[in-house]
T-cell receptor
Framework: DAGVIQSPRHEVTEMGQEVTLRCKPISGHDYLFWYRQTMMRGLELLIYFNNNVPIDDSGMPEDRFSAKMPNASFSTLKIQPSEPRDSAVYFC??????????FGDGTRLSIL | GNSVTQMEGPVTLSEEAFLTINCTYTATGYPSLFWYVQYPGEGLQLLLKATKADDKGSNKGFEATYRKETTSFHLEKGSVQVSDSAVYFCARRGGSQGNLIFGKGTKLSVKP
């Protein structure tokens, strides 16, 4: 079975540009999570959705970050404008109800 | 603040050594507890879990026991292998269904 699919795997762009990260959760999973991982701060929850509805976005760092889930099989995390301090690995995860989360392989983002 | 505390790494061991990675948590009640493992360049994978006090989770030779008296969930393995080199994350169920709260991770390096 396909796991959580993230794209792109790597993204390098210049500061000020818009960045869009994509995630396809596992079919049938009603929860979707976006995390950011850095050496300094570890793994941080940014936002999560239940049945396509954002439940908690308190981890979103600032207004430059936005996330959407237009349907059960797709979510995006957008950064506009991007800054060098946004460089990190961004993970998407999904889960069915209160079962353990399944993680994608992440998007390694570098903002120059 | 983070309510899951792990021992700081990195932890470096020789092959076949005994491993302990400490994890303690703060919570109201008795949330489910988890250990996730992250191999280089990959997302997190569930290693084991325990859903109630005194439960023991186990997988791939790793074990962890849910100790409510000490609010701990220490990860142990009797004989580590080079292939166990990874970052290990302790986590507990958050306040909202589906949400997880992660520790900062402990990097393990096993030398041949």
């Amino acid at each position: 079975d396909a796991g959580v699919i993230q794209s792109p795997r790597h993204e390098v762009t210049e500061m000020g540009q818009e960045v869009t990260l994509r995630c396809k959760p596992i079919s049938g999973h009603d929860y979707l999570f976006w995390y950011r991982q850095t050496m300094m701060r570890g793994l941080e929850l940014l936002i999560y959705f239940n049945n396509n509805v954002p439940i908690d976005d308190s981890g979103m760092p600032e207004d430059r970050f936005s996330a959407k889930m237009p349907n059960a099989s797709f979510s995006t995390l957008k950064i506009q404008p991007s800054e060098p301090r946004d460089s990190a690995v961004y993970f998407c995860a999904s889960s069915p109800g209160d079962q353990p989360q399944h993680f994608g392989d992440g998007t390694r983002l570098s903002i120059l | 603040g983070n309510s899951v505390t792990q021992m700081e790494g990195p932890v470096t061991l020789s092959e076949e050594a005994f491993l302990t990675i400490n994890c303690t948590y703060t919570a109201t009640g008795y949330p489910s507890l988890f250990w996730y493992v992250q191999y280089p360049g990959e997302g997190l994978q569930l290693l084991l879990k325990a859903t109630k006090a005194d439960d023991k989770g186990s997988n791939k030779g790793f074990e962890a026991t849910y100790r409510k008296e000490t609010t701990s969930f220490h990860l142990e393995k009797g004989s580590v292998q080079v292939s166990d080199s990874a970052v290990y994350f302790c986590a507990r169920r958050g306040g909202s269904q589906g949400n997880l709260i992660f520790g900062k991770g402990t990097k393990l390096s096993v030398k041949p």
